[in-house]
């Protein structure tokens, strides 16, 4: 389906996950996530999944995409690794959709529910957390065995774009400024400063350091720090790595909006896979 990109596909070898567990910043997060990623992707999951379907939603965060399945009927297993994100989540839920949820705090590369879903989701690039073939496999084959002949996949991921990451790593980057937002009802506005970005070509991981400034009109007045680290792969590399793992690209879009993926555009990689 896509070109083969002259590269190595990672192996056993690269370094293991390191969790992003949002332990200071999980109660900022829904203030402060990508307004302009996530603008259409709600509609294109509620486009897919229908109302009494049964949804795991791997990385599940704060709820933002189950507490709009759960509104339609969905019964949703939320995943995360992150205690301090679930806590968050717990308190979104509305008693009267109580019922449709079960909340899991567990590692993605390690599931074994015996459970079928209709659906399996790693919402807003997820599965990006995962940095080494190693891993992503391993959780690809937890994933098979939750799932029915019927089931389908989603999974989302940046598409790289050669410049932009060129600059990764660099001066350039140190101490960039990537938002600063009013909180809602709040006398106060958050920014988020990238204090170090590291890149390793070879094992195409990207790592960044965050201090997450609260400041009013007197200054800050708090700051708070967080870490992230995400894997990246080509489109190519995607449909190896899901081959490998027994699963056959049903659609690519390259946006929520059903688009085309273009190799080299920074964009979404957004796939629904069934299984072989």
């Known amino acids: 389906m896509f070109p ?7 192996t056993e070898q690269a370094h293991s996950m390191i969790p992003n567990l949002y332990q200071q910043t999980a109660g ?3 203030f402060v996530i990508s307004k302009e990623v996530l603008e259409n992707d709600l509609e294109f999951y509620l486009s897919l999944i229908k109302s009494g379907q049964t949804v795991i939603d791997i990385g599940c965060g704060t709820g933002r995409v189950s507490l709009e399945l759960a509104k339609i009927g969905c019964h949703v297993t939320g995943v995360d690794l992150s205690e301090k994100m679930l ?3 717990r ?8 019922d449709r949820f079960e909340l899991l705090c567990c590692n993605m590369n390690e599931l074994d529910l015996a459970k079928k879903f209709d659906w399996i989701i790693f919402p807003y690039r997820t599965f990006q957390a995962l940095r080494n073939d190693s891993e ?5 084959e937890s994933v098979r065995k939750m799932m029915h002949p019927l089931s389908r996949v989603v999974i989302t991921l940046f598409n790289p774009n050669p410049g932009l990451l060129k600059i990764w790593g660099t001066a350039e980057m140190q101490g960039f400024v990537d938002f600063d937002v009013p909180i809602p009802n709040e006398n106060f506005s958050i920014r988020r400063i990238a204090s170090l970005v590291d890149h390793d070509i070879e094992q195409q991981t990207l790592g960044m350091q965050f201090i997450y400034q609260k400041y ?4 800050v007045l708090e700051e708070l720090p967080d870490a992230l680290e995400l894997g ?13 793992s027994g699963f056959i690209i049903e659609k690519a879009y390259g946006s929520y909006n059903f688009e085309p993926i273009v190799e080299g555009v920074y964009q979404e990689q957004v796939f629904v896979l069934k299984c072989e």
């Open 216 to 219: 009013d009109k007197t200054g």
């Open 232 to 244: 990246y792969l080509y489109p190519a590399q995607c449909e190896e790595i899901f081959l490998r």
């Open 136 to 140: 992503r496999v391993a959780c690809l």
């Open 4 to 10: 083969i990109l002259k590269m190595e596909i990672q």
């Open 28 to 30: 900022i997060y829904d």
């Open 87 to 89: 806590e968050e989540f």
């Open 91 to 98: 308190k979104k839920i509305p008693s009267q959709y109580a």
